[in-house]
C-alpha cells in the first residue's frame, strides 16, 4: 500500500506557475504509475496528466496540454505536476493517484489517492 500527501497549492495570478508535489510512504512508487486529476466545485473530478511506471511515457489533457508538466524522481518517492500559463479554468483541488493500468485517463485505473491540495487562478 501506499499513501500519498499533495502539496505546493495556493493562490496565484493568471499567467503565473506552481509546482505540485506528491509525496509517498509506505511503498515506493516505482511500482506504480501516477496520475494527477483535479475537481471544481459543482463538477466531476477530471484528468488532468500521468505518467507510466517508468517514467517513459507521459499524457495530458487536451486542456493543460504544453502547460502542464509531469515528472517523476523515485528516489526521493515524490511525483511532480509543474504548471505553468495558469488560467482561472484551472482553478480546483488537485489529486495525486497511484496505479496502474492501461488507460491512464480513468480514474478506475488508480488504487490509491492524496488528499488533495487546493489551487486557485485569480484573473
Known amino acids: ?30 511500482s506504480y504509475a501516477m496520475g494527477w486529476f483535479r475537481q471544481a466545485p459543482g463538477k466531476e473530478r477530471e484528468f488532468v496528466s500521468a505518467i507510466n511506471r517508468s517514467g517513459g511515457s507521459t499524457y495530458y489533457a487536451d486542456s493543460v496540454k504544453g502547460r502542464f508538466t509531469i515528472s517523476r524522481d523515485d528516489y526521493k518517492n515524490t511525483v511532480y505536476l509543474q504548471m505553468n500559463s495558469l488560467k482561472p479554468g484551472d482553478t480546483a483541488v488537485y489529486y495525486c493517484a497511484a496505479g496502474g493500468g492501461l488507460l491512464l485517463h480513468l480514474e478506475g485505473s488508480y488504487d490509491y489517492w492524496g488528499q488533495g491540495t487546493q489551487v486557485t487562478v485569480s484573473s
Request: charge should be positive.
Open 1 to 30: 500500500q501506499v499513501q500519498l500527501v499533495e502539496s505546493g497549492g495556493g493562490l496565484v495570478q493568471a499567467g503565473g506557475s506552481l509546482r505540485l508535489s506528491c509525496a509517498a510512504s509506505g511503498r515506493t512508487l516505482s
